[in-house]
T-cell receptor
């Protein structure tokens, strides 16, 4: 398996624009997680899904953030409108039941 | 709620020195504990794990023992190498309580030759 695949690897956008981050989890995994990493706040859990259903979205910072998982092999994290303080590295991870999570390479988002 | 606290970095060591990175946790249930490593520009990789009290996780010369009595999971390595330079994250997962991975803030390790 190719592991968790995230796209794009880097994204630079202007304030106010919509940004969509994409994730393909490892085939067969039933949990999917979105994390955000910044120097100030470290790694923060934004939302996670089990069997495509959102379980906990309490980490989503604002209504500007939304996440979907239309099927077992794809998830998106959308920010609309984006702001400079959203600049961070966004990680997607997947796991099978109680096993460890496997992380993608991350998307480095810069909002100018 | 569940939380993880790990020692502040950066930790700077010479090659072949002994490494300890402290990690303590707070959990309401019976969590699994993990150490992840992040090399520059990459995602997090699992380094080792322990799923119940007194379990010892080990990998690549690193070890950590799940201590329920002290709620700790300290990472150790007897002789570090330059290639061990990275950021190390302690994490816990308590699926029975319905929680995802919760991470500490990370400890940067820098090893010089």
């Amino acid at each position: 398996d190719a592991g968790v695949i995230q796209s794009p690897r880097h994204e630079v956008t202007e304030m106010g624009q919509e940004v969509t981050l994409r994730c393909k989890p490892i085939s067969g995994h039933d949990y999917l997680f979105w994390y955000r990493q910044t120097m100030m706040r470290g790694l923060e859990l934004l939302i996670y899904f089990n069997n495509n259903v959102p379980i906990d979205d309490s980490g989503m910072p604002e209504d500007r953030f939304s996440a979907k998982m239309p099927n077992a092999s794809f998830s998106t994290l959308k920010i609309q409108p984006s702001e400079p303080r959203d600049s961070a590295v966004y990680f997607c991870a997947s796991s099978l039941r109680d096993t460890e999570a496997f992380f993608g390479q991350g998307t480095r988002l810069t909002v100018v | 709620g569940n939380s993880v606290t790990q020692m502040e970095g950066p930790v700077t060591l010479s090659e072949e020195a002994f490494l300890t990175i402290n990690c303590t946790y707070t959990a309401t249930g019976y969590p699994s504990l993990f150490w992840y490593v992040q090399y520059p520009g990459e995602g997090l990789q699992l380094l080792l794990k322990a799923t119940k009290a007194d379990d010892k996780g080990s990998n690549k010369g690193f070890e950590a023992t799940y201590r329920k009595e002290t709620t700790s999971f300290h990472l150790e390595k007897g002789s570090v190498q330059v290639s061990d330079s990275a950021v190390y994250f302690c994490a816990l997962s308590d699926r029975k309580a319905g929680t995802a991975l919760i991470f500490g803030k990370g400890t940067t390790l820098s090893v010089s030759s």
